[in-house]
Nanobody, 122 residues
Framework: QLQASGGGLVQAGGSLRLSCVAS????????IGWFRQAPGKEREFVAG????????NYVDPVKDRFTISRDNAKNAVYLQMNSLKPEDTAVYYC?????????????????WGQGTQVTVSS
């Protein structure tokens, strides 16, 4: 089980930190990705981190604003989101993949959290 939390309502330019905590699974065994889905849009890849944090991957619109990190000792992965924009408004999901490299396709992730709403007001 993965549980995402930390979403909320924030003004443009503000920050939020999302958390993804695993229960019943060891997060260090998986690549973890964050995805988001805005109303009427497809779920899209946002960021991913390798098992030992030696590789990360970000979608272009969030580069230099979002940072993904993990704390395997706490069985958790985080997404620090700074300089938030209204277009970042979406439900954010964390997901786990068993692949060796960070996939961006959502179909390559096996386990999903329930999502947390992020709303950025202008």
């Amino acid at each position: 089980q993965l549980q995402a939390s930390g979403g909320g309502l924030v003004q443009a330019g503000g920050s939020l930190r999302l958390s993804c905590v695993a229960s019943g699974r060891t997060v260090s065994n998986y690549i973890i990705g964050w995805f988001r889905q805005a109303p009427g849009k497809e779920r899209e890849f946002v960021a991913g981190v390798s098992r030992r944090s030696d590789f990360t991957n970000y979608v272009d619109p969030v580069k230099d604003r979002f940072t993904i990190s993990r704390d395997n000792a706490k069985n958790a992965v985080y997404l620090q989101m700074n300089s938030l924009k209204p277009e970042d408004t979406a439900v954010y999901y964390c997901a786990a993949s068993t692949l060796a490299l960070i996939p961006t396709q959502r179909t390559l992730y096996l386990y999903w959290g329930q999502g947390t709403q992020v709303t950025v007001s202008s």
